[in-house]
């Protein structure tokens, strides 16, 4: 596109970098093209020789994209909204697949666990407090929302089904009074795949329902790494320094490091992680939203060089890692 600079002034070529961008609108989130004027607009620049036609092409296919890509939005939004608003406002176990939801009505003390795969969600299950404590569990990772349209968060089950647990809709149409809990809890497992998908979850919730954080509605689980067992006692350990703590001097002491929470029973689920009396949450505060939206665009966005540099740099504050 060198054509479109070459001799003329700085005042020019101002305008023209405005006519430009005002032709392209790339903000595939927000949607605000006029779609016959920029089509119009990059056929006349190129007709005045501003531009090549190739270029003029690929405005004109960008624009194309994001009308359709608009579309496909709207549409999964309706679909999701329809969803979310079938059959009442609470029980909607029939409408999200192995969703399972607690009995009460009283949204002050309902509780959603969104788990880590089904091995999990069945322990969950079964050690929940069934009044209180509804459970989703994941099939898998999510997508990483920061590097996707919304139409294409919107079309992903595994974000549909927490849309309708949920009941806030999301993006514009956020609404934080159709919130059906008062609190939202992420539990995974304890290593590095749980903490990537704890980042998938948090990114999706900063991105596109950022009112639950900033109503301090989300929260994370913290399940033990270890297991100890010795004489008739048994006790848990988070960290490899609680763990040599607890170990002291002991003999003939058994450790199990849980590859995940599918290998803890139910009983060991909801003494460590889901029993309020014993459980640790850590909500999710948002101090500083430019520098979270920094960091969430750097470790989650597609340019892998942000994050080469970031990693790089804060490399030596890692403990515990899980190799």
């Known amino acids: 596109?060198?054509?479109?600079?070459?001799?003329r002034t700085a005042g020019e070529t101002d305008?023209?970098?405005?006519?430009?961008?005002?032709?392209?609108?790339f903000d595939c989130r927000m949607f605000r093209e006029d779609i016959t004027g920029s089509m119009a607009h990059a056929a006349m620049l190129a007709a005045q020789n501003i531009i090549d036609k190739a270029d003029a092409d690929k405005i004109a296919e960008q624009v194309l994209i994001n009308k359709r890509s608009r579309e496909a939005a709207e549409k999964a939004r309706i679909e999701v909204k329809a969803k979310i608003s079938a059959g009442g406002n609470m029980d909607i176990s029939n409408r999200v697949e192995k969703f399972v939801n607690c009995r009460t009505k009283d949204v002050s003390i309902r509780e959603l666990y969104i788990v880590e795969g089904d091995s999990a969600g069945g322990s969950a299950k079964q050690a929940r407090d069934r009044k209180y404590q509804a459970i989703l569990p994941l099939r898998g990772k999510p997508l990483n929302a920061e590097k996707k349209r919304l139409d294409q968060v919107l079309s992903n089950e595994e974000f549909r089904s927490l849309i309708t647990a949920l009941g806030t809709s999301i993006d514009e149409s956020f609404n934080l009074n159709n919130l059906k809990y008062h609190k939202v809890i992420i539990l995974s497992d304890a290593d590095q795949d749980g903490a990537h998908i704890r980042a998938i979850l948090l990114t999706f919730f900063f991105r596109y329902m950022k009112g639950l954080i900033d109503a301090g509605k989300v929260y994370i689980a913290t399940p033990p790494l270890y297991k100890i067992s010795y004489k008739n006692v048994v006790e848990y350990a988070w960290t490899d320094d609680e763990l040599r703590?607890?170990?002291?001097?002991?003999?003939n002491v058994t450790i199990q490091r849980y590859k995940g929470l599918g290998e803890m029973n139910a009983e060991q689920l909801w003494d460590t992680t889901m029993d309020p009396k014993y459980r640790t949450l850590l909500k999710v505060n948002l101090d500083d939203v430019i520098e979270a939206d920094r960091i969430f665009s750097t470790l989650m966005g597609d340019d892998v060089e942000p994050r080469r540099e970031f990693i790089e740099e804060n490399a030596v504050y890692v403990q515990n890692l899980d190799v």
């Open 245 to 251: 703590m607890k170990i002291g001097n002991q003999r």
């Open 15 to 25: 305008r023209i970098a405005d006519d430009f961008n005002a032709s392209i609108h």
């Open 1 to 7: 596109m060198a054509k479109m600079w070459a001799g």
